[in-house]
């Protein structure tokens, strides 16, 4: 399958028009028409409707594989280009708003540090495709084990930091005189969807090993303050580490966190947050130091 049809096709599903793709793409509406056609033939079955442009049900298993399929290419490419290209002599590093943990930022370098926040399920993207070379995801895990990654490209894997969970509710919550709340208690709350910057529902429910925790707000940001502000409004709780939650404090029960907020620790199921390191290749240069920097402040 040649994938820059199937780029094309991609684009056109996206945006639902050939023209729209055409000027996307930097092609003539023609050659878009002509992509599409040459990758209906080559696969045996129409992708698209035309009128109105939509993907036809083969259209749409082709798209579930695309991303992934695309994705591999442009690690691969990204991959061989470092291996020829020159050290970079900054770090980049992108990683997910909660990763930044105390001692994730202790290890930084004291110059040449470019940081870029993204959506924690971005990451992995953009460490496989050379974006950074270096990524901190972050997620809960039982003690010890690892997290589970979408499978994006072959990248490698240290942990970095654990630290204790705590659910963030507003003061004047029922349950802030507590001092440990269960998960299972939780299931019918009022919850803040918010995947790029909170720990997501769904780890909260296969950690919980049901259903439940239904989002009263969805938050797509990523700044963390934004989170616990809506929290102290009373939009919905939302499952912090430690250090986001209470920073600056490895606090007793019911410290108030945020302005309006208390954090209560996750007594039950016994989980952590866990962040990880990723990368494409073995460090070198400066991303190079900072591995070492992780595993110094880890001891």
């Known amino acids: 399958m040649d994938p820059h049809l199937l780029r094309t096709y991609v684009v056109v599903a996206r945006l639902a028009s050939f023209s729209a793709a055409a000027r996307e793409l930097g092609y003539t509406q023609s050659a878009v028409s002509q992509h599409i056609a040459a990758l209906e033939q080559d696969l045996g079955a129409p992708l698209l409707t035309r009128r109105p442009v939509a993907p036809t049900r083969a259209g749409e298993r082709l798209l579930e594989h ?3 399929l695309l994705l591999r290419i442009d690690a691969a490419r990204a991959q061989v280009a470092a291996l020829v290209g020159a050290v970079d002599e900054a770090l980049t590093l992108v990683a997910a708003p909660t990763a930044l943990t105390p001692r994730t930022l202790r290890a930084l370098p004291p110059t040449g540090v470019t940081l870029r926040v993204l959506p924690r399920a971005d990451v992995p993207g953009a460490v496989a495709t050379g974006a950074a070379p270096l990524g901190l995801v972050d997620g809960l895990a039982a003690p010890s084990d690892p997290l589970r990654l979408t499978d994006v490209a072959p990248l490698g894997v240290r942990g970095v930091d654990e630290e204790p969970v705590r659910v963030l509710l ?6 802030a005189h507590r001092t440990g709340l269960r998960l299972g208690d939780l299931a019918d709350a009022r ?9 997501p529902l769904d780890q909260l429910r296969a950690a919980h090993g049901g259903g439940g925790f239904r989002p009263a707000l969805r938050y797509e940001g990523t700044d963390v303050r934004t989170l616990t502000a809506l929290v102290a409004t009373g939009h919905g709780l939302v499952l912090l580490p430690e250090s986001a939650a209470a920073p600056g404090t490895a606090a007793a029960p019911g410290t108030v966190a ?6 209560v620790p996750l007594t039950e199921p016994r989980v952590v947050h866990r962040t990880e390191l990723l990368y494409a290749g073995a460090p070198h240069g400066p991303a190079e130091v900072f591995a070492a920097r992780l595993d110094v402040t880890r001891s």
């Open 170 to 175: 507003p003061a004047g919550h029922p349950l």
């Open 191 to 199: 919850w803040l969807d918010a995947p790029g910057a909170g720990l």
């Open 258 to 263: 945020a302005p309006g907020t208390v954090a």
């Open 66 to 68: 695309a991303g992934p």
